[in-house]
T-cell receptor, first 113, second 113 residues
Framework: GDSVTQMEGPVTLSEEAFLTINCTYT??????LFWYVQYPGEGLQLLLK?????DKGSNKGFEATYRKETTSFHLEKGSVQVSDSAVYFC????????????FGRGTSLIVHP | NAGVTQTPKFRVLKTGQSMTLLCAQD?????MYWYRQDPGMGLRLIHY???????AKGEVPDGYNVSRLKKQNFLLGLESAAPSQTSVYFC????????????FGPGTRLTVL
C-alpha cells in the first residue's frame, strides 16, 4: 500500500539556519504530494503541494520539489524563524478511488532565537 | 466563515463512559473525515463520509461509530471509552472536486482514565 516516510525529529535549529526535512514515498501511479504544518494547539494547515513530477510547491519561504526518480518531496527553507516552530507532515493522495490522504508521522521543528 | 469547528476542545472520560464529538463545517463540503493523532503515529483515519447519510470505515474504526445526518455535521461516537482511545481527534472536510485540499478543525483532546 501507499506509505510516506519522514525523518524523525525533533529538528532543532537556530534562527536563520537552513532547513531540510526529508520525505520519501511509496505509491503506485502518480500521486499528488503535500506538506502540512501544525502549529501548537492547532489543526493541520496545507503549506504547499505539487501534483506532478518536477513541480515545485512553495509558500511562506518554504519549498519542495516533486522528484519522481527518487520518490522524494523534501521540504526546505533558506532561513527559518522562531515562528516556524511546528510539526510538519508530508502526505500523498493517489488519484482514483476515495482520494484519502496518506500522512507521514510528522517531524517536529524547534527554532531557537 | 468559521471553517471547520469541533466541540468540545477538551474532555476527560472514565473507562466505559460514552461521548460524542461534533464536527461542523460551513463550506458546503461533501467529504468529511475523522482522524486520531497519537505521538509518533501521525494521523490515522477513523471514519469518513462522502456525503449526507453515508459513512465508511477508515484505517482504525474499531470502538467508534459515526453519523452524517446533515451535510454540515459529522459526529464521532465512543460507546464505551477505553484508555487506548486517549488521543487528539481531528476532523477535516473537503470539496468533492478539490481532492487535494483538506481543511482541518482545531482538534479535540480526549483523555480516558
Amino acid at each position: 500500500g501507499d506509505s510516506v516516510t519522514q525523518m524523525e525529529g525533533p529538528v532543532t535549529l537556530s534562527e536563520e539556519a537552513f532547513l531540510t526535512i526529508n520525505c520519501t514515498y511509496t505509491a503506485t501511479g502518480y500521486p499528488s504530494l503535500f506538506w502540512y504544518v501544525q502549529y501548537p494547539g492547532e489543526g493541520l494547515q496545507l503549506l504547499l503541494k505539487a501534483t506532478k513530477a518536477d513541480d515545485k510547491g512553495s509558500n511562506k519561504g518554504f519549498e519542495a520539489t516533486y522528484r519522481k526518480e527518487t520518490t522524494s518531496f523534501h521540504l526546505e527553507k533558506g532561513s527559518v524563524q522562531v515562528s516556524d516552530s511546528a510539526v510538519y507532515f508530508c502526505a500523498l493522495i493517489r488519484a482514483g478511488g476515495s482520494y484519502i490522504p496518506t500522512f507521514g508521522r510528522g517531524t517536529s521543528l524547534i527554532v531557537h532565537p | 466563515n468559521a471553517g471547520v469547528t469541533q466541540t468540545p476542545k477538551f474532555r476527560v472520560l472514565k473507562t466505559g463512559q460514552s461521548m460524542t464529538l461534533l464536527c461542523a463545517q460551513d463550506m458546503n463540503h461533501e467529504y468529511m473525515y475523522w482522524y486520531r493523532q497519537d505521538p509518533g503515529m501521525g494521523l490515522r483515519l477513523i471514519h469518513y463520509s462522502v456525503g449526507e447519510g453515508t459513512t465508511a470505515k477508515g484505517e482504525v474504526p474499531d470502538g467508534y461509530n459515526v453519523s452524517r445526518l446533515k451535510k454540515q455535521n459529522f459526529l464521532l461516537g465512543l460507546e464505551s471509552a477505553a484508555p487506548s482511545q486517549t488521543s487528539v481527534y481531528f476532523c477535516a472536510s473537503r470539496d468533492r472536486d478539490r481532492y487535494n485540499e483538506q481543511f482541518f478543525g482545531p482538534g479535540t483532546r480526549l483523555t480516558v482514565l
